[in-house]
């Protein structure tokens, strides 16, 4: 079972960017403590994946999911999804800055937007120390939805093209508005007034 939800959502994430996937392994866990174990840090109950640098994911197993975790069984194929799109944007991308775009970009792939979170400012969510006071996985996919509706898909791998793996939030900001053509700080103040 395991495997064809791992087919599929290679599938959806080939799909979304029209490009193969690269190879990547997967490892399957069934306890919490193997999870501390790869983060090396207590893990709070949302947390059921992880992908590493070697285009490696960990991931609870489907059958112990909801056991080990705040996620219904359902969630495990969405969450399956973004952590390929994790590997797909780091390999192709070298992606990790701005965290908001990282997330919301997996979150779009993985049609995981749709169901949550709500309009949050995204602005102070760029770097690890900014992202980790403020979490806002829900907010960031639905902000790139935003963008993808307004300006298509294809600029928003534009963007990608163009941002560098540790890219600067001022830097940043310049390659936005060259890219879509408005300000990042006003669009996402428009954005949030929607």
Not at 49 to 56: E, L, M, Q, S, V
Not at 68 to 74: A, F, I, L
């Amino acid at each position: 079972m395991e495997e064809e939800l791992i087919e599929k959502a290679s599938k959806q994430v080939s799909s979304f960017f029209n490009d193969e996937v690269p190879e990547f392994k997967i490892s399957f866990l069934k306890t919490r403590e193997e999870m501390d174990k790869i983060w090396k840090r207590p893990t709070p109950a949302w947390v059921v994946a992880k992908t590493g640098n070697d285009n490696d994911i960990s991931i609870f197993e489907e059958d112990v999911f909801e056991r080990v975790s705040h996620h219904p069984k359902e969630d495990f194929p969405k969450v399956l999804a973004h952590e390929i799109t994790h590997i797909y944007t780091k390999s192709k991308f070298n992606l990790t800055f701005p965290m908001w775009l990282n997330e919301g970009i997996a979150y779009v792939v993985a049609d995981q937007d749709k169901k949550t979170g709500e309009k949050k400012d995204i602005r102070q969510a760029h770097t690890f120390e900014e992202w980790n006071k403020n979490p806002v996985y829900g907010a960031s996919g639905k902000f790139v939805r935003y963008l993808i509706e307004k300006f298509g898909k294809e600029k928003l791998i534009d963007l990608l093209k163009e941002i560098k793996e540790n890219e600067k939030k001022e830097t940043f900001k310049a390659k936005f508005k060259q890219t879509f053509g408005e300000d990042f700080d006003s669009l996402v103040g428009s954005w949030l007034n929607l």
